[in-house]
């Protein structure tokens, strides 16, 4: 089945460590995307990436750094620059064709900051 | 500035009793509006893409429509397990495949 998975589901880091979290589609999107999603707030973009080798800062990149150096993967590494990890992360990607645009979650990863 | 506002943020029924979600958004050029389900602790999940005023959609008990200015959800005769949060979110001409979201309407419907 394609998809895309998110992996770790749970993820608990210690303060001052870096954390990666990974994202795999298999759906052939050229487009992937990284949100961060809190209570009471609505998914805000940490950076997007429309092609492989290039990927742009969304609104909130500070402290999250990410590579696309193939087009099925696009993780997302959580610096301790980040001042308040702790927070669901969503991984989607898109595809535009003749039928639309239509974009796909990952089931996300949650991460701890203890 | 483009923006996305959900209304009811909350909204509970009895099985069986159809409303309606809002979604009213301002953007400079319209080229996609999204609607999500989603529940607790999982990724949302695609709905529909609405694209021109007087488009609508259908899946199930959910109908989507769009006018020029917003976009209902309509829910037909729910059950509880359409019980989740509907999010909204829209493509606007000016930042290609950049979505605006709105803060979603939580939805419980008892049985």
């Known amino acids: 089945d394609g998809g895309i998975t998110q992996s770790p589901k749970y993820l608990f880091r210690k303060e001052g460590q870096n954390v990666t979290l990974s994202c795999e589609q298999n759906?052939?999107?050229?487009?992937m995307y990284w949100y961060r999603q809190d209570p009471g707030q609505g998914l805000r973009l940490i950076y997007y990436?429309?092609?492989?080798?290039?990927?742009q800062k969304g609104d909130i990149a500070e402290g999250y750094s990410v590579s696309r150096e193939k087009k099925e993967s696009f993780p997302l590494t959580v610096t301790s620059a980040q001042k308040n990890p702790t927070a669901f992360y969503l991984c989607?990607?898109?595809?535009?064709?003749?039928?639309?645009?239509?974009?796909?979650f990952g089931q996300g990863t949650r991460l701890t900051v203890v | 500035e483009d923006q996305v506002t959900q209304s009811p943020e909350a909204l509970r029924l009895q099985e069986g009793e159809s409303s309606s979600l809002n979604c009213s958004y301002t953007?400079?050029?319209?080229?996609?509006l999204f609607w999500y389900r989603q529940d607790p602790g999982k990724g949302p999940e695609f709905l529909f893409t609405?694209?021109?005023?007087?488009e609508e959609k259908e899946k199930e008990r959910l109908k989507a429509t769009l006018t020029k200015k917003e976009s209902f959800l309509h829910i037909t005769a729910p059950k509880p397990e359409d019980s989740a949060t509907y999010l909204c979110?829209?493509?606007?001409?000016?930042?290609?495949?950049?979505?605006?979201w709105g803060l979603g309407t939580s939805l419980a419907v008892n049985p």
């Open positions: 989607a990607s898109s595809v535009k064709s003749t039928g639309g645009i239509e974009a796909f």
């Open positions: 759906l052939n999107h050229d487009a």
């Open positions: 990436s429309q092609i492989v080798n290039d990927f």
């Open positions: 953007v400079s050029g319209l080229r996609g």
């Open positions: 609405l694209y021109s005023a007087g």
């Open positions: 979110a829209v493509l606007n001409a000016g930042n290609n495949r950049k979505l605006i």
